[in-house]
T-cell receptor
């Protein structure tokens, strides 16, 4: 079936460095993608989204890149801070059009 | 703080108990969702309510019974659960109902459920 996956399960970066979290998706019909951040003991928190008619979208310290040719999504975090330590999920709209399919998640650890 | 409020935050129950999880949002959202999340795994969809009607049931066992009393509230009634049902249960909402997947879902912080 269709799936959304992440290349790396864990990522360790030094404070102040830039982080890149990658995600591959297999549903070529997907037209909406979201990145979520989940801290321990909390629910997923919306970070940024992107529609398929765009290839880049920027937020505060975050940038999402979408490459539809290779079905790849990435989240870039600039000047990573300790508070960025969390699990990051990419998600795409499911085939039903009602809900989201989540990727496996990447654990980001920011070291001082 | 999240705008989707879930209660209780923690729940421990025996396999013969009946309990309910509650979710509330006051953002005027017309779609609400229940997800189940096991440790170190992504959330998995259970139910979708759109305009207070059940739109999707992802083949969830009948020991889980959802209810949407009004557009702001979503309940999940639990009965005769199994130990493998222990998980974090997340509620989410999104602005539009119907097949309007191109919008973000906003999550609560979940109820941590333990079945003894």
């Amino acid at each position: 079936g269709e799936s959304v996956g992440l290349h790396l399960p864990t990522l360790s970066v030094q404070e102040g460095d830039n982080s890149i979290i990658n995600c591959a998706y297999s549903n070529s019909a997907s037209d909406y993608f979201i990145w979520y951040k989940q801290e321990s003991g909390k629910g997923p928190q919306f970070i940024i989204d992107i529609r398929s008619n765009m290839d880049k979208r920027q937020g505060q310290r975050v940038t999402v890149l979408l490459n539809k040719t290779v079905k790849h999504l990435s989240l870039q975090i600039a000047a990573t801070q300790p508070g960025d330590s969390a699990v990051y999920f990419c998600a795409e709209v499911s085939n039903s059009g009602y809900a989201l399919n989540f990727g496996k998640g990447t654990s980001l650890l920011v070291t001082p | 703080d999240t705008e989707v409020t879930q209660t209780p935050k923690h729940l421990v129950m025996g396999m013969t108990n009946k309990k309910s999880l509650k979710c509330e949002q006051h953002m005027g959202h017309r779609a609400m969702y229940w997800y189940k999340q096991k440790a170190k795994k992504p959330p998995e969809l259970m139910f979708v309510y759109s305009y207070e009607k059940l739109s999707i049931n992802e083949s969830v066992p009948s020991r889980f019974s959802p209810e949407c009393p009004n557009s702001s509230l979503l309940n999940l009634h639990l009965h005769a659960l199994q130990p493998e049902d222990s998980a974090l249960y997340l509620c989410a909402s999104s602005q539009e109902g119907g097949r309007a997947g191109n919008q973000p879902q906003h999550f609560g912080d979940g109820t941590r459920l333990s079945i003894l």
